[in-house]
């Protein structure tokens, strides 16, 4: 919330929490004075006031912001301050007025003067009972002298008593009398009555009553609608005088009812002010709010037109010539302006329709072109006089790995010098070795050349000739292995049969005749070694697939070298969501054992260095990853990769002196058949890491599948040399 708005708001509640304090001190049961009244009403409704119209004013910024037009809105805030101003000004003067008139008001009804008036009329209601009370009492004290002094003249069945009798009850204003005798058993006996009513001897003169009489001469008593005395006629005697007189209860209740309903108006006159006055902050409240609206929705409508305007006007600005704006109804200054400007953007549009048409068969006639060129897996290049690139395919793209970022536009020597070069030359075809990072490809280039400049199409020919040189090698292989193979046996063992044969007859030099023979044996075991490595890589046997641990295959690999090796420290680093994988066992821990050689080797011929690593060593690392692929990882602190990384994995090609070339060729082969891939890259800090990547997925649906040993042909099944004792 702005600064403004929030210090108006603290204003507001600080107003409201110091006119709570001031309602609340003093006496609850007395109304307020009405200029306190007016002056807390005023006082809470000014900052109420002024926070809607910041609120509006705000919101008024706020739609003026969205709007096309944008700006600060001053149309907006000027129409809420006006009508904020027009609603305000009348309502607080009728808010004064109504607040003062209605407080004078209650002030009039709950002041002393009305106060007293009610309370003295409920004292005198009270005082007018009283007084029947007491005249009640007093006519049944002196009837009761009276009766006894008929009584000594006349007897009390005669019509001289009864006459007498009714005369003292209409005399008196009594309604009603009776005398009553109690028995000695207390049985109640009626001797004489005037205006009896359905009432019991018994209800008339109680037991209750006649104890009152032991302690008093007359008891008084009411009911609901009379005023009831009781006397003893005879003080020796149990004769009884009731008498009663009817009157209207109902006129004291009525003043009590009264009295008590003023006094209740009184105990709440502060709070029906305070509704009041509430009931008029808030319609106040409500009253400015809906002129701030009703502002708000006046200033929509004036900006309106001119924000469509505004907006179209951008569109057109940013090329929409599409865009139109509503013409108003009426026919004013806004309404001329919208239709020019319909009228304008109408012919923009016609005019660039036929500049879009034409554009759309030369585009039509690129996007061929484009589509042709991006369904050819050879690459394409076209490039300007200037020798920059002005159209290149997706095949070029990736064979020349420019990354991200489009190539059109570049030189072509920035993007690839060694085609760059074939632009000057005469030739139009070209072999072209091209160094990519640490990648070694081999491309086949053609070059056409005319007035508008030249287009190269290439094509990478580096798995093909691989691929060549691996059918010739192989090819090779098997004719060396069937040539070698058979004068081997022969060899060996005549150079046995000489040792055991005359090798005791020899005594000129017995020693010299025993090294020479060892030596031909063990370069015939040199050459079937050699022989059996021609014969693997011509024509390795089908892999037998099943479910191995793949873990425990990697740990034998390094085990093999770990006894030969102390000074190299091996470590193997499986994942434990590794267990079992479909593999040929022997053929992938073949291709580990290679692997592992090769570490050991290159960590052999280390050189010393001062600071070096003084130990080699080798991890092995087993890792599942997404998309069901297993990396088998081996790394170690050896020499490193050659130059030539590209052509490791060619047959015969090797950068050790005894090497035959065939260990890495034989991996990927296997690695291959494992539907997996096999790559190079080098150590941080030195050496070499190998990656394996298999696709456990294809390998889970080779499971089982294997030819009978009979059909794997001959120089799948490993020859065996037997030794023969001749005489």
Known sequence: MPAVELLTFLVAVTIGVASYFIISSGQPERPLTPPLIALLLVANLVPGIALLVLIGRRVAKDRAARSPIGGGGRLHVRLVALFSLIASVPMLLVVIFASLLFQYGVEFWFSDRARGMLENASVLAENFYEAQRQEVADESRAMSGDIRYYLTRTRSDSREFAEAYAYQIVGRKLN??????????GTAQTLAMVNPDARDVEQRVSPAVIGQLARQDVAISETSDRVEAVTRLYPDQSIYLYAS??????????????????????????????????ALLIISLLIVGVAVWIALTVADRLVRPVGELVDAARRVTAG?????????RARDEVGTLANAFNRMTRRLEEQRGALVTANDQLDSRRALTEAVLSGVTAGVISIDPSRRIRLINSSATALLKTGA??????TLDDISPELAALLDGPEQEAVVQLSSGNDMRTLAVKRVVDERGQVLTFDDITQQLLDQRRAAWSDVARRIAHEIKNPLTPIQLAAERLQRRYGKEIASDPATFGRLTETIVRQVGDLRRMVDEFSSFARMPKPVFSEE???????????LHEVAHPRIRFTLDADPKVSEIVCDRRQIGQALTNIVKNAVEAIDQRPVQEGAEPDGAIVMAITRRPRSHLEITVSDNGIGLPMERERLVEPYVTTRARGTGLGLAIVKKIVEEHYGTIAFADRPGGGTIVSISLDLARLAELAGDHEP???????????????????
């Not at 006129?251 to 502060?270: F, I, M, P, Q």
Request: glycine residues 6%; aromatic residues 6%.
């Open 176 to 185: 009603e009398s009776a005398i009553i005798q109690i028995g000695p058993d």
């Open 245 to 278: 007189r009817i009157y209207d209860p109902q006129g004291l209740t009525r003043a009590k009812a009264v009295v008590a309903d003023y006094n209740s108006l009184l105990e709440r006159s502060r709070s029906l002010q305070l509704r009041f006055n509430a």
């Open 320 to 328: 929409d010539l599409s865009a139109r704006v509503a013409t108003p």
């Open 405 to 410: 970022a489009s190539p059109v536009g570049r």
């Open 549 to 559: 641990a793949i873990v425990e295959i990697a740990r034998q690999a390094l085990f």
């Open 709 to 727: 040993a009979g059909d794997k042909g001959d120089e799948a099944v490993p020859h065996k040399f037997t030794r023969t004792k001749t005489d």
